[in-house]
């Protein structure tokens, strides 16, 4: 009944919170979209026997030399910008996703172990940390692109997961050292259970709450960084679509009367991250409440 009583409150709590319902709708929408690129966009842009530099910077529908099927407009290669930005979609959640995952699943565990064993292993994990810390998650990546001197979405990924792991250390080592202190870890203990059934039975999951709320927040910072990198012309190639190139690529026309290729991607890039910043908001405070009710 405990257990129900709580989803029907977290439910509750919800569905009463517009910003949160609202950020969720949008995360929603884009992702279907993004998953139904090929069958939902008018065209693939990146199908060289699809596009045709007839259209070259078709305006949208609705104004004088707009037409069907491109309903926003298409970009200094006869591409439609509504595809292109579906397509870019995929790419800025495969990358967010993708870095959460890896980065996510490589910080959890260190943050577990250096917490829970400490000593030696601890102030080296946190050490390292702090070495990466020191520096730009940005700069870093744009380091280790070019140090990997290839382009492609497993590059970002990788480049990105190499600096953004130890947001997910720091926060889970946190999280382990006050939950190792209470009551029922001692008892366990006591009981003789080993150490890998009390990381992964005990700890972790009790550990978990605070680290939701980072992956929720991450997920935008992660596909705010991958557009950064593509705009500045070292993320995904060119034969990837990307919201971030598209803005690159537009920031040329904007001063010509072309706003189209630059004030669509850019709305779309802006409606993802406030959208994942909405949900965040609301994740944070529903756990905040669970986690002081569990230190006092």
């Known amino acids: 009944m405990t257990k129900r009583r709580i989803k029907s409150k977290t439910l509750s709590s919800f569905l009463y919170d517009p910003p949160a319902v609202i950020g969720s709708l949008i995360l929603l929408i884009f992702f279907f979209a993004a998953l139904l690129a090929p069958w939902i966009s008018p065209q693939n842009p990146y199908d060289l026997g699809k596009v045709n530099l007839d259209f070259f910077l078709t305006p949208p529908v609705w104004m004088e030399g707009g037409h069907f099927p ?13 595809s292109t930005i579906i397509y870019g979609l995929r790419t800025s959640l495969i990358v967010g996703f993708g870095v959460v995952l890896i980065a996510g699943t490589f910080g959890v565990l260190m943050g577990l172990l250096a917490g829970y064993y400490g000593k030696v292993l601890d ?12 520096f730009s998650t940005t700069l870093m990546a744009f380091l280790l692109m070019g140090i990997f001197n290839q382009r492609g979405l497993l590059t970002v990924i990788l480049a990105i997961c190499l ?9 889970m080592r ?33 550990a978990l709450p605070p680290i939701l709320v980072v992956v929720a927040v991450d997920l935008g910072v992660v596909i705010m960084l991958e557009a950064t990198l593509s705009f500045l012309g070292v993320g995904v190639p060119v034969t990837e679509p ?11 026309y904007i001063y010509a ?20 910043n909405l949900f965040a908001d609301w994740l944070r405070e529903e756990l905040n409440p669970r986690l002081e009710r569990k230190e006092s």
């Open 70 to 82: 491109f309903l926003l407009g298409t970009d200094d290669q006869g591409r439609c910008i509504l």
């Open 123 to 134: 102030a080296v994990v946190m050490r390292l940390a702090d070495t990466f810390f020191a």
């Open 163 to 171: 600096a953004d792991w130890v947001r997910y250390a720091r926060t």
């Open 174 to 206: 946190g999280s382990v050292l006050e939950v190792k202190e209470e009551t029922y870890i001692t008892a366990a203990k006591a009981t003789g259970a080993k150490d890998f059934r009390l990381l992964l039975k005990h700890l972790l999951p009790n």
């Open 242 to 252: 990307s919201l971030g190139m598209m803005i690159s690529n537009g920031k040329d």
């Open 257 to 276: 009367g072309m706003w189209w290729m630059i004030v669509f991607p850019g709305a779309t890039l802006v409606m993802l991250v406030v959208g994942i």
